[in-house]
């Protein structure tokens, strides 16, 4: 090897500011046990196999840097002494030491072969306290610098295999480099060097993961459909009859109705059950990750597209695909979608041939797509291709009979989840669940009844403050809007007028320590305690305004 003061030269302290320089280049003075700490974090983490591969790919950004300085600092040396700038860079960064073994170049056909031995790896120390003895060798990123540099260098892919390694017990490690078409298993080498797929893998697994999980949840065969009402049972009716055909089904619904119980138990009841059930919320998925997901990538597709990957359409082949708030689905991907529609096939990103697919499309919306079409949001043919067969899911408040079945179905429900023996509910939970809104439908009551069941101590009722908590509890005694006193549903008055007669209190006492009670139980909101008191915040207000006077006028 040459001598290396030419390169020691190129390598400045700056301290003042905080940086080291090799020829423009910034380095960094790193501990070794920092990098092996990181090392072992990697191979615990994403194992041995992807900390590998990183680790050949940051080795191979290093040297593909230093071949840049090569030509550079020695521009008129014989060719090994100007190659040699990179293995002697390695050793004065401190990575190995590097004896040359054989160097073969040819430039005319490009052939070569470059074997190296090397001592003191810093990552056979770093590997051999952590993890002991090896059966295979573990310099890796050494092996990717080599990789990079020679490659930068010779302007070809040049790749190398560590075919000693000390940390296999062998006296040193020896590596052997030659071009890709010059390995039997080049393409092999060469995919080592690509952008990981892990994390897509990861995702994939994801999704699985997600699909099985509501699949466990949620018994598909109808049996968490509850409810009698008029309204609820109209829309299952249709649910059955378009379980016997293959039509597209449009799920229309407020948000929390249940739409997504629905499509899995239409999907339960056709002639489709035992294939996949996909679904999808379009209003979920990034815009620009719509497409992929649904219709898939072809490798090379875009930069990252590193493997080939079906969409959720081929996913669900020979089954059902669900895509929830449709309505949300971004222009360019309801052009493709209906596409898919009329033609039966899918065309992955960057594929040149379409796919057949055999999919029944269910979809749902809790946005008016009618609206949508005239804000120029959503594709009016789309919308005639979806709005085929529309089911409409009622709202919970139109179909308030069915509360009270629903919630003791719940209450079953998370009681075995939670391991709790439950009665049921008390009159006044039940009372105030029949008065309450749903905004959140079915799932807002499921929500209610899980924290009740939590709440509520194992074998007694689940009661009103269980459901609500931090509302206050309602009063016993309300003033009917006629002025006179009212009983509460479910509570017994006449102690309490009892008590008034027995004491001679006044109307007008007992009227106005009702009032100020209901203000104060609702902390000085007198919208709130007019509503529990049953009168308007107008009469509450003129009442309040009135003197105490000891007797009625
Ligand atoms: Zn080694």
């Known amino acids: 090897m040459p001598g290396a003061d030419d390169l020691r030269r190129l390598i400045h302290f700056s301290a003042h500011d905080g940086r080291i320089w090799l020829a423009g280049q910034r380095m960094l003075l790193i501990h070794a046990a920092a990098l092996g700490a990181l090392r072992r974090?990697?191979?615990?983490?994403?194992?041995?196999?992807?900390?590998?591969?990183?680790?050949?790919?940051?080795g191979y950004a290093a040297g593909l840097a230093d071949a840049q300085l090569a030509r550079q600092v020695r521009p008129k040396a014989p060719l090994f002494e100007v190659f040699a700038v990179g293995p002697q860079l390695h050793m004065l960064e401190?990575?190995?030491?590097?004896?040359?073994?054989?160097?073969?170049?040819?430039?005319?056909?490009?052939?070569?072969?470059?074997?190296?031995?090397?001592?003191?790896?810093?990552?056979?120390?770093?590997?051999?306290?952590?993890?002991?003895?090896?059966?295979?060798?573990?310099?890796?990123?050494?092996?990717?610098?080599?990789?990079?540099?020679?490659?930068?260098?010779?302007?070809?892919?040049?790749y190398y295999k560590e075919v000693a390694c000390a940390a296999c017990g062998q006296g040193h490690c020896r590596i052997e480099g030659r071009p890709q078409h010059a390995w039997p298993d080049g393409e092999l080498l060469a995919a080592d060097y690509e952008a990981d797929p892990m994390l897509l893998r990861?995702?994939?697994?994801?999704?699985?993961?997600?699909?099985?999980?509501?699949t466990l949840n949620t018994p598909d065969d109808g049996s968490t459909l509850v409810g009698d009402s008029a309204a609820f049972q109209r829309a299952l009716e249709l649910l059955r009859k378009a379980a016997q055909t293959q039509v597209t089904v449009l799920l229309?619904?407020?948000?929390?109705?249940?739409?997504?119980?629905?499509?899995?138990?239409?999907?339960?009841?056709?002639?489709?059950?035992?294939?996949?059930?996909?679904?999808?919320?379009?209003?979920?998925?990034?815009?620009?990750l719509i497409e992929s997901e649904l219709f898939g990538v072809e490798r090379g597709a875009y930069t990252g597209a590193h493997t080939a990957r079906p969409g959720r359409f081929e996913r669900a082949h020979g089954g059902t695909l669900f895509l929830d708030e449709i309505g949300d689905m971004p222009l360019p991907a309801q052009a493709k979608l209906l596409r898919v529609l009329q033609e039966g096939e899918v065309e992955r990103l960057g594929a040149s041939h379409p796919k057949k697919v055999d999919v029944r499309l269910v979809a749902a919306t809790?946005?008016?797509?009618?609206?949508?079409?005239?804000?120029?949001?959503?594709?009016?043919?789309?919308?005639?291709?979806l709005n085929v067969y529309p089911i409409r899911i009622p709202p919970l408040r139109e179909r308030t009979e069915d509360i009270e079945p629903l919630a003791r179905h719940l209450i079953r429900r998370f009681a075995a989840q939670h391991g709790k023996h439950m009665i049921g509910l008390s009159?006044?939970?039940?009372?105030?669940?029949?008065?309450?809104?749903w905004p959140g439908n079915v799932r807002e009551?499921?929500?209610?009844?899980?924290?009740?069941?939590?709440?509520?101590?194992?074998?007694?009722?689940?009661?009103?403050?269980?459901?609500f908590p931090g509302r206050p509890p309602e009063p016993e005694v309300v003033l009917g809007n006629d002025g006179r006193l009212a009983k509460h549903p479910g509570t017994d008055v006449g102690h309490v007028l009892d008590d008034m007669v027995r004491r001679g209190m006044s109307l007008a006492q007992l009227e106005r320590g009702l009032l100020q009670e209901a203000v104060q139980r609702h902390a000085g909101n007198l919208t709130a305690a007019a509503r529990a008191l049953g009168?308007?915040?107008?009469?509450?207000?003129?009442?309040?305004?009135q003197p105490t006077q000891e007797s009625a006028p």
């Open 41 to 58: 974090e990697l191979i615990q983490t994403i194992g041995r196999d992807a900390t590998r591969r990183l680790l050949l790919r940051a």
């Open 366 to 385: 809790n946005v008016d797509l009618e609206e949508a079409v005239a804000q120029g949001r959503f594709r009016r043919d789309l919308l005639y291709r």
């Open 94 to 158: 401190g990575a190995v030491q590097v004896t040359p073994e054989r160097f073969e170049y040819d430039a005319d056909t490009g052939h070569y072969l470059g074997v190296y031995r090397w001592d003191h790896s810093w990552e056979v120390d770093a590997h051999v306290r952590d993890f002991g003895p090896q059966s295979e060798p573990v310099c890796w990123m050494l092996l990717g610098y080599a990789s990079g540099y020679t490659s930068g260098f010779f302007g070809q892919p040049v």
């Open 535 to 545: 009168m308007t915040r107008a009469q509450l207000r003129y009442r309040l305004a």
């Open 427 to 437: 009159d006044r939970a039940l009372d105030a669940m029949r008065s309450y809104t």
């Open 445 to 467: 009551l499921e929500n209610l009844i899980e924290r009740g069941v939590i709440l509520a101590a194992s074998g007694t009722r689940i009661d009103l403050e269980h459901l």
């Open 252 to 288: 229309t619904g407020e948000t929390g109705v249940g739409k997504e119980r629905f499509a899995r138990t239409l999907h339960a009841w056709s002639q489709r059950a035992s294939g996949p059930f996909v679904a999808v919320n379009c209003a979920a998925l990034p815009t620009d």
């Open 202 to 214: 990861l995702e994939d697994l994801q999704q699985q993961v997600e699909t099985l999980r509501s």
